[in-house]
């Protein structure tokens, strides 16, 4: 793939042709007349790129597990009546001569350590599917082509992404950092196209033309084998032999399906694809190679997912506020590690540090076998402004990173961890304060009552107790440490309707013999002694 | 500093000092601060108030004998920012009573609490965040290793980070770079400066009087503001 030609006929682009060159195909003759060069070429309405993964298998395989650094060459073997044959093999069994169609025997004659594997069609989809994602930022128009391919209209989008050769190898990137090698071409149709990228050629045809697909050989159509067969008899080998035979026919003989698709091909008629639909919620099982009991090796394991579900959520443009992790077990049944944020949040790497201070405070009684990964609702939100500065530098005052901290705090520490502070009104001091659940925004300030404010100070402490704590008494006075001077007071509190919830106390203020000022109460009822707060 | 030839000798000096490359401990030591709200204590810290980023010891006998009051106009300073970020209390000993807080001027919609039994790690996580202006941590343990992660911690994230130790560790050596012991006196606290960087050390009396409970307003280092109100009106119920 180092220079690839554009195409582009005999027309530049911005420049047009008369039309009429279509009228000159579908002569009821033949399908279309051999290329003319110059009749045939005109600006196509539609350009798709087709992917073509020649190497799913192997890479589906390779997916998530962590190949070490020198893996045993690979091959996926396929049971085709008696014999076992390979149906794909990785780069380094190829370089010991390995090939697609080898009997199994030969194969492991060839490379006696070949590491021999089943193919696994729910990984090649969720890898197809994956690729489909990550291909929305393209264009919506993504189709899936089971088993190994992807299709693309990207004509819409070619100005954006700076033309043809550009978008496709990004397409290309695309790809490579999954892991997946592709074979990408540009053609007017998406069948052509997909003809072009199976035959290996990665070209970009942006005007219609069968000059370049009608060389190409016709299992690149995928055709039943017996079709093939019987136009190979009559001499026809090439996607343009074809195209020259009569129409009516064609049709009779090989089926009227294959001329509409030929039609197709051709761009004579319209190719109607389903379009592939993202999914609504993120959710991904993966089972372990082995069983793993260490925090860091199931962090590690569940870093793909987390990648993946961030790719999606980056396509979706959307956040979510909570996810789910599964971890399987042997016997016991499977525990549930839940992550909520106050924000949607989208960032994977967010995730993993969450989930890593989430592991490391959970206690496995046993061995994890399988993980799974659950998305809650999506929820649409926008990208935080980065800020240019680092917070807290001049200028920098972002409150955008507030909810990281407390979420991160959170899932090591659990919810009720980290809670903000309200004032209720309540004349008793225990029930004039409450834990408020945080929020970054949207709080309205709380205001303490200005007329009491300096008042407040001097007789309201910093701290306060839980409970009233009860103070020894030694001849009616309270102790603590020993004797208590009285500083201030008496403060009478009376509040409450309710017999039970009524409250009469006098407070007082009053320091100990280490010089800690307390805030003292004497209860009215029971004339008991307590201590309610310490002055910070 | 481009000033003209100074006429007499102190003038003279002092452009002399302004000079960038002349470099003096007292002033490199501290750019910005948050004024401590005592005027007596902010005279003895170096720049005039508490460091804005870094961290800072504060170590009493018993929880109570007045470091909190001592801290408490700085948060109402550093809370009333516009934009302020947020202020922790990561452990405390008892419940922060809101109302009094409230009443002190710190703002209760910026703050937050972390009960947690690993308190050095909620300190570091929220220094580092960056999303904090302070973080207040009580940590009966803290070694020496751990006092200088902090105190990078803070440099980083640009927060006042205040850990209170008990006062068994006043021998020990620590990077933190100012250390005070709080003592309760009659009237208030005494603050003993072990260490100051770039300042000196020495003890200050404070007062707990109405007048001595000022809230300072926004800003950066600014003397001590009057009292919003006079102090006859204080404590009449």
Same mark, same amino acid.
């Given at each position: ?28 003759? %033949? ?183 009608? %060389? ?46 030929? /039609? ?120 935080? /402004? ?61 205001? %303490? ?88 | ?79 009333? &920012? ?88 006043? &021998? ?55 009292? &919003? ?9």
């Amino acid at each position: 793939m180092s220079s690839r030609p554009i195409r582009t006929g005999h027309v530049r682009p911005g420049e047009t042709r008369p039309h009429a060159a279509r009228a000159t195909k579908g002569s009821s003759v %033949a399908l279309s007349s051999p290329p003319p060069q110059q009749a045939l070429v005109f600006e196509s309405r539609e350009l798709w790129v087709a992917l073509h993964l020649p190497w799913l298998e192997i890479e589906a395989l390779q997916q998530g597990a962590r190949a070490p650094s020198m893996p045993r060459p690979r091959a996926i073997i396929e049971l085709q009546g008696q014999t076992q044959y390979v149906v794909a093999a990785c780069e380094r069994a190829q370089q010991f001569g390995v090939r697609r169609g080898m009997a199994m025997a030969a194969a492991l004659a060839l490379v006696p350590d070949l590491e021999t594997c089943a193919r696994d069609a729910t990984r090649e989809r969720q890898l197809l599917e994956r690729l489909a994602t990550r291909a929305y930022r393209f264009t919506p128009r993504v189709s899936l082509v089971p088993p190994d391919g992807l299709v693309l209209e990207v004509k819409g989008s070619l100005h954006l992404f700076g033309g043809a050769d550009r978008l496709c190898r990004a397409l290309e990137v695309d790809c490579f950092e999954v892991g997946v090698k592709p074979i990408v071409s540009l053609a007017p149709s998406p069948l052509a196209a997909l003809a072009l990228a199976r035959s290996g050629k990665s070209q970009l045809i942006t005007a219609h033309g069968v000059g370049e697909i009608s %060389a190409l050989k016709l299992c690149a159509l995928r055709w039943p084998t017996e079709v093939i067969e019987r136009l190979q008899q009559v001499g026809v080998y090439t996607i343009g032999q074809a195209l020259r035979l009569p129409r009516a026919g064609f049709a009779r003989r090989f089926g009227k399906e294959h001329l509409a698709e030929l /039609d197709r091909l051709t761009g004579r008629d319209a190719d109607l694809r389903d379009h592939f639909r993202l999914r609504e919620r993120f959710r991904r099982k993966e089972d372990l190679l082995q069983e793993l009991e260490h925090h860091d090796a199931i962090l590690a394991a569940l870093a793909p997912l987390l990648e993946e579900l961030g790719e999606f959520l980056k396509v979706r443009q959307c956040g979510i506020t909570q996810i789910a992790c599964l971890l399987k077990h042997r016997r016991i049944p499977r525990t549930r590690c839940v992550l909520r944020f106050a924000e949607p949040a989208a960032n994977a790497q967010h995730f993993a540090k969450l989930f890593g201070e989430k592991l490391s405070s959970l206690n496995l009684s046993e061995p994890v076998r399988g993980i799974e990964l659950r998305s809650g609702d999506l929820v649409s939100c926008t990208p935080a /402004d980065a800020s240019l500065w680092q917070p807290g530098e001049h200028g920098g005052e972002n409150r955008g990173v507030a909810p990281e901290l407390i979420e991160h705090l959170r899932a090591r520490l659990g919810h009720e961890s980290v809670y903000g502070l309200r004032v209720l009104e309540s004349h008793r001091p225990e029930t004039s304060w409450a834990a408020a659940e945080l929020s970054a925004r949207n709080r309205p300030p709380e205001r %303490a009552v200005e007329d009491h404010i300096s008042w407040f100070v001097q007789r309201r402490p910093a701290w306060l107790l839980r409970e009233p704590q009860p103070l020894v008494e030694q001849n009616g006075l309270p102790q603590r440490h020993g004797a208590l001077r009285f500083l201030e007071g008496p403060d009478r509190v009376e509040a409450g309707m309710a017999v039970q919830g009524r409250i009469a106390r006098d407070y007082y203020i009053a320091r100990d013999v280490n010089g800690v000022r307390l805030w003292i109460f004497r209860d009215l009822r029971s004339h008991g002694w307590f201590m309610q707060g310490i002055f910070g | 500093m481009s000033a003209p030839v100074p006429e007499n000798f102190s003038e003279g000096l002092e452009s002399l000092l302004q000079h960038p490359a002349i470099w003096r401990g007292r002033s490199a030591a501290q750019v910005s601060v948050v004024p401590s709200g005592f005027p007596a204590l902010d005279e003895a810290l170096p720049a005039g108030g508490w460091p804005s980023a870094g961290l800072i010891e504060i170590l009493v006998s018993h929880i109570g004998v007045g470091e909190l009051n001592l801290l408490l106009p700085a948060l109402a300073a550093l809370t009333g &920012k516009d934009s302020a970020r947020w202020c922790a209390w990561v452990a405390p000993p008892f419940e922060p009573f809101a109302p009094a807080l409230s009443a002190h001027g710190v703002r209760l919609e910026r703050l937050f609490v972390v009960r947690t039994d690993q308190p050095l790690w909620a300190f570091e996580q929220s220094l580092i965040s960056g999303a904090c202006e302070a973080v207040l941590a009580w940590a009966p343990r803290a070694p020496s290793r751990d006092i200088r992660r902090l105190q990078l911690a803070a440099e980083k994230g640009r927060a006042l980070g205040v850990l209170f130790r008990p006062l068994a560790v006043a &021998k020990e050596s620590s990077n933190a770079v100012l250390r005070a012991i709080v003592e309760p006196t009659d009237q208030g606290a005494r603050v003993t400066l072990l260490k100051s960087r770039g300042g000196h050390r020495g003890s200050v009396e404070i007062a707990w009087s109405p007048c001595s409970i000022q809230r300072p307003t926004q800003g950066r280092v600014m003397p001590a503001l009057q009292p &919003k109100r006079p102090a006859s009106s204080a404590g009449s119920l």
